[in-house]
């Protein structure tokens, strides 16, 4: 069945660095790939959507990259800040892909320090 | 600007009890989900809607069921609450081609 894998543990960095977020899928090939951000308490907001004929994304300070060779999706936040601090789904559709279904990751939790 | 809106965003029942989780969306969406969410298990879909009257089972229907009378409005009911359904409840809307839009999510505590 398919499979999704986000790092579990807590990802810490210091204010200014750039953070990287790891998404592997395993047992299919998604067309597509999206990324949410999920603040504690509320639900997930949309950030970004990559095709497999895309090699990457960016918005802002933002870039996504889907490597369908490796079956990865890295998220990168660049000159991150404490206002990045959540947690980051990875939600590929699933096998069947209708009606816009959708996997998600358990999600990464961001901590951005000052 | 787009809004799901979920009823309650804390709940509290009795196990037995009949449970309703209402979802309302204002996009004029066909397709709506109901997810719940636990500690590192990520959003688990329960049921989705792709038009009125319509509904199909996610990977965890058990215990749940769903209605759907109008296009904006979905509902997810617990026939009889257990403990084991304590848990975040997330409701989520789409149209076509578009990426999933979230209410803020029911915490619902089963006592």
């Known amino acids: 069945s398919q499979k999704i894998e986000q790092n579990s543990e807590a990802l810490n960095i210091q204010e200014g660095k750039t953070a990287t977020l790891t998404c592997n899928y395993t047992n299919y090939s998604p067309a597509y790939l999206q990324w949410y951000r999920q603040d504690p308490g509320r639900g997930p907001v949309f950030l970004l959507l990559i095709r497999e004929n895309e090699k990457e994304k960016r918005k802002e300070r933002l870039k996504v990259t889907f490597d369908t060779t490796l079956k990865q999706s890295l998220f990168h936040i660049t000159a991150s800040q404490p206002a990045d601090s959540a947690t980051y789904l990875c939600a590929p559709p699933t096998l069947s892909g209708g009606y816009n279904k959708l996997i998600f990751g358990a999600g990464t939790r961001l901590a951005v320090h000052p | ?111």
């Open chain 2, 1 to 111: 600007d787009v809004k799901v809106t979920q009823s309650s965003r804390y709940l509290v029942k009795r196990t037995g009890e009949k449970v309703f989780l209402e979802c309302v969306q204002d996009m004029d969406h066909e397709n709506m989900f109901w997810y719940r969410q636990d500690p590192g298990l990520g959003l688990r879909l329960i049921y989705f809607s792709y038009d009125v009257k319509m509904k199909e089972k996610g990977d965890i229907p058990e215990g749940y069921s769903v209605s759907r009378e109008k296009k904006e409005r979905f509902s997810l009911i617990l026939e009889s609450a257990s403990t084991n359904q304590t848990s975040m409840y997330l409701c989520a809307s789409t149209g076509v081609d578009q990426p999933q839009h979230f209410g803020d999510g029911t915490r619902l505590s089963i006592l």
